[in-house]
């Protein structure tokens, strides 16, 4: 019997959820006295919100506090599980319950940008008649994720990422706990240790408890009462890096990359490149991003830049990972200190504004080809100068339309290569250039 007692045991972080405020570590700015959450929970005046961040900082926790706190009915509704109907189920009976007892029904819906817009759309009604009050709970940003006319009737709360002081605090709490933790164990398992955990779990107190209790149970097997690096490394397996290849944290990874770069921190760089690729991101999606860096942000400052991003995307494609690793960290390098320009990215966004937003001029006739006796006598190629008989190789002609002339798009900078440019203007005479 006691056997399956243990076998049937909630995980340790289920049997740690606090149950008060005053347990809640990690969201200080957010539950600060006078801060608006707080003032809501503490004044029993709650409006229908959104909590935004990342997995295991409490989200669920937090709903489930506020609820008891407000003595409110609380109703856990999954997005991945459920649909219109069983929303409009839950809904009729929140509505009999408040007129039946006069209390407040928090639905709290887990997940919520896995809801698609009629689905969304659904809790308008009751929102907005205050039959329920919502908590969505969200690691994608509300931005996307929700419609606009949902999250325009709610808040959105911010949940940061926890920091290692907190879990090494949860983490404590667990082993000291003997009620609902690993007291029993009898542990000795130094600060050091727990820190170590916590830098694995990154952030999350789920994968944290969970890691402690592996270790917990790996340790009472092997009879022992304190933990080495070798155990606790065992019982985590690996760091937990946080990647979703098409969520938010994906973007701002790579914009990490991207920013690092452009600013010439080529440590940075390599940093966000590995929490990219050791994350499992596709090396050719990081490739072709380089790619595009080399013409966006370097450009003609050095032209060679667009070369090596080549080679590196090929490389990566020929030889494959893990290997090809190193290939984008040589290519993230090398671009990190390449000198920068963005001028061609500038000068074609422009030229591409005059290309769609005004009327599509005519090629200048001096610029057309004249293969027939016909068009040489309609003025095909009339007034054509070849560039080669003149000095450095540019001829005194125009090769905009006229309703574009003197128009300059390309603005070379003093940069690297680039700076060789800047004396050089041709394709319009020489008065327009000025």
Same mark, same amino acid.
């Given at each position: 019997?006691?056997?399956?007692?243990?076998?049937?045991?909630?995980?340790?972080?289920?049997?740690?959820?606090?149950?008060?405020?005053?347990?809640?570590?990690?969201?200080?700015?957010?539950?600060?006295?006078?801060?608006?959450?707080?003032?809501?929970?503490?004044?029993?005046?709650?409006?229908?919100?959104?909590?935004?961040?990342?997995?295991?900082?409490?989200?669920?926790?937090?709903?489930?506090?506020?609820?008891?706190?407000?003595?409110?009915?609380?109703?856990?509704?999954?997005?991945?599980?459920?649909?219109?109907?069983?929303?409009?189920?839950?809904?009729?009976?929140?509505?009999?319950?408040?007129?039946?007892?006069?209390?407040?029904?928090?639905?709290?819906?887990?997940?919520?940008?896995?809801?698609?817009?009629?689905?969304?759309?659904?809790?308008?009604?009751?929102?907005?008649?205050?039959?329920?009050?919502?908590?969505?709970?969200?690691?994608?940003?509300?931005?996307?994720?929700?419609?606009?006319?949902?999250?325009?009737?709610?808040?959105?709360?911010?949940?940061?990422?926890? *920091?290692? /002081? @907190?879990?090494?605090?949860?983490?404590?709490? %667990? &082993? #000291?706990?003997?009620?609902?933790?690993?007291?029993?164990? !009898?542990?000795?398992?130094?600060?050091?240790?727990?820190?170590?955990?916590?830098?694995?779990?990154?952030?999350?107190?789920?994968?944290?408890?969970?890691?402690?209790?592996?270790?917990?149970?790996?340790?009472?097997?092997?009879?022992?009462?304190?933990?080495?690096?070798?155990?606790?490394?065992?019982?985590?397996?690996?760091?937990?890096?946080?990647?979703?290849?098409?969520?938010?944290?994906?973007?701002?990874?790579?914009?990490?990359?991207?920013?690092?770069?452009?600013?010439?921190?080529?440590?940075?760089?390599?940093?966000?490149?590995?929490?990219?690729?050791?994350?499992?991101?596709?090396?050719?999606?990081?490739?072709?991003?380089?790619?595009?860096? *080399?013409? /966006? @942000?370097?450009?003609?400052?050095?032209?060679? %830049? &667009? #070369?090596?991003?080549?080679?590196?995307?090929?490389?990566? !494609?020929?030889?494959?990972?893990?290997?090809?690793?190193?290939?984008?960290?040589?290519?993230?390098?090398?671009?990190?200190?390449?000198?920068?320009?963005?001028?061609?990215?500038?000068?074609?966004?422009?030229?591409?504004?005059?290309?769609?937003?005004?009327?599509?001029?005519?090629?200048?006739?001096?610029?057309?080809?004249?293969?027939?006796?016909?068009?040489?006598?309609?003025?095909?190629?009339?007034?054509?100068?070849?560039?080669?008989?003149?000095?450095?190789?540019?001829?005194?002609?125009?090769?905009?339309?006229?309703?574009?002339?003197?128009?300059?798009?390309?603005?070379?900078?003093?940069?690297?290569?680039?700076?060789?440019?800047?004396?050089?203007?041709?394709?319009?005479?020489?008065?327009?250039?000025?």
């Amino acid at each position: 019997m006691q056997g399956s007692k243990k076998a049937s045991e909630p995980p340790l972080a289920d049997r740690m959820r606090p149950v008060v405020l005053d347990d809640f570590y990690g969201q200080e700015r957010l539950l600060a006295p006078g801060s608006l959450l707080r003032g809501m929970i503490d004044g029993d005046e709650l409006a229908s919100f959104i909590l935004w961040g990342p997995p295991g900082v409490g989200k669920t926790t937090l709903a489930k506090i506020i609820a008891t706190k407000t003595d409110s009915r609380w109703i856990s509704f999954s997005a991945v599980t459920s649909g219109i109907k069983e929303i409009k189920m839950v809904m009729a009976e929140a509505e009999a319950f408040r007129n039946l007892e006069d209390r407040r029904t928090i639905l709290f819906v887990d997940e919520i940008h896995r809801f698609n817009k009629a689905q969304q759309d659904a809790f308008l009604p009751y929102v907005e008649s205050g039959i329920i009050m919502l908590i969505g709970a969200t690691t994608e940003n509300p931005s996307f994720e929700l419609n606009s006319a949902l999250l325009s009737r709610m808040k959105v709360f911010v949940m940061e990422e926890l *920091a290692l /002081e @907190d879990l090494v605090r949860i983490l404590r709490r %667990a &082993l #000291d706990d003997g009620e609902r933790g690993l007291k029993q164990y !009898d542990l000795n398992i130094d600060d050091d240790s727990l820190s170590l955990l916590s830098t694995y779990a990154s952030g999350d107190a789920r994968t944290g408890l969970n890691s402690l209790e592996l270790l917990a149970k790996l340790l009472r097997r092997q009879g022992k009462k304190e933990a080495t690096e070798s155990d606790i490394r065992e019982a985590v397996q690996q760091a937990i890096l946080k990647y979703d290849k098409t969520g938010e944290h994906h973007y701002n990874l790579i914009s990490a990359l991207h920013k690092s770069i452009r600013n010439s921190d080529a440590d940075a760089a390599l940093y966000w490149l590995a929490r990219m690729l050791e994350a499992g991101e596709d090396p050719l999606y990081v490739a072709r991003r380089l790619v595009r860096f *080399a013409s /966006e @942000d370097i450009g003609m400052a050095a032209p060679q %830049a &667009l #070369d090596q991003a080549i080679s590196a995307m090929n490389a990566v !494609d020929f030889i494959g990972m893990p290997e090809g690793k190193l290939a984008l960290a040589q290519l993230v390098v090398y671009l990190a200190y390449a000198p920068k320009s963005n001028a061609v990215y500038i000068a074609y966004k422009a030229a591409a504004r005059d290309a769609l937003n005004s009327l599509q001029h005519p090629v200048p006739m001096q610029l057309r080809n004249a293969p027939t006796k016909l068009m040489k006598e309609i003025g095909y190629s009339k007034g054509y100068k070849y560039a080669h008989d003149y000095n450095e190789g540019i001829a005194d002609m125009r090769c905009l339309p006229e309703e574009l002339s003197g128009r300059v798009y390309y603005e070379p900078t003093d940069r690297g290569f680039e700076g060789k440019f800047k004396s050089r203007r041709g394709g319009q005479p020489a008065d327009a250039a000025e």
